[in-house]
């Protein structure tokens, strides 16, 4: 509820609360918010303090209005392309933005008789008070090659910082490959998808050092929060 005694304007505080709701998904992705006629009634507010509430909204690329339908949630995607595959935090950094992990699963396994650390993490972006979650990352990196793997905390530190600081390993090439992945439940959560939505993308493969030693498996499924680019050179004869 807005609160008239709070040093902020009331369109201030209606524009961090949808805002809020945006971000953690409580109003999803395509979806219309509440009439203004609704909002004035949930909120105990005048037509005036909604629009220049949904005005700041609609400036941040947070909601779309459409003339006679009504006000959609637009969440602007982010731009990914092969040429930044990998190095998320890297990517997120070089746009002003604030990288945050959440680990799923973290394991040690055996695939064809050799250890590997296994690492699942949801991928974000911090919004504020919320957080935004665009991928799914599941890595496996050897145990021979990355001892001690194990001791650090993946939610606080980058992977690829890690390789790079500790073990002096510099991930410089990737071979992958697409395809649709059916969206399961616990993904579908997450990644705040869509129930209209059956599929997300999913890029899987390896990764090489600097010397051309496979360092990683990888597989990382979008959100539809995501705008995935294949960026490639064209050699002239």
Not at 126 to 149: M, Q, R, W
Request: no cysteine; aromatic share 8%; net charge neutral.
């Amino acid at each position: 509820m807005l609160d008239k005694n709070d040093f902020a304007p009331l369109y201030i505080q209606l524009h961090r609360i949808l805002r809020g709701k945006i971000l953690s998904g409580e109003y999803k992705q395509g979806e219309a918010i509440p009439s203004e006629s609704e909002m004035m009634k949930i909120f105990q507010t005048t037509r005036g303090t909604i629009r220049n509430a949904i005005s700041l909204l609609v400036s941040e690329g947070l909601v779309e209005q459409i003339r006679g339908k009504g006000t959609f949630v637009r969440l602007n995607l982010l731009n990914y392309s092969i040429l930044n595959f990998g190095g998320f935090t890297d990517y997120l950094k070089s746009r002003n933005e604030v990288a945050v992990s959440q680990i799923l699963e973290q394991k040690t396994v055996n695939l064809d008789g050799k250890d590997y650390f296994k690492l699942v993490r949801a991928r974000g972006v911090k919004k504020e008070e919320a957080v935004l979650y665009l991928t799914i990352d599941t890595s496996y990196l050897p145990v021979s090659l990355f001892s001690g793997l194990d001791s650090h905390n993946f939610e606080e530190e980058s992977l690829y910082h890690v390789l790079r600081n500790s073990y002096r390993v510099y991930p410089s090439r990737t071979e992958i490959s697409l395809s649709p992945i059916l969206i399961h439940d616990k993904v579908r959560e997450i990644l705040q998808v869509d129930k209209k939505e059956s599929a997300l993308l999913k890029a899987e493969g390896v990764v090489f050092d600097q010397n051309g030693v496979e360092i990683e498996k990888v597989s990382v499924i979008y959100g539809s929060n995501v705008e995935f680019k294949i960026m490639t050179n064209m050699n002239q004869a």
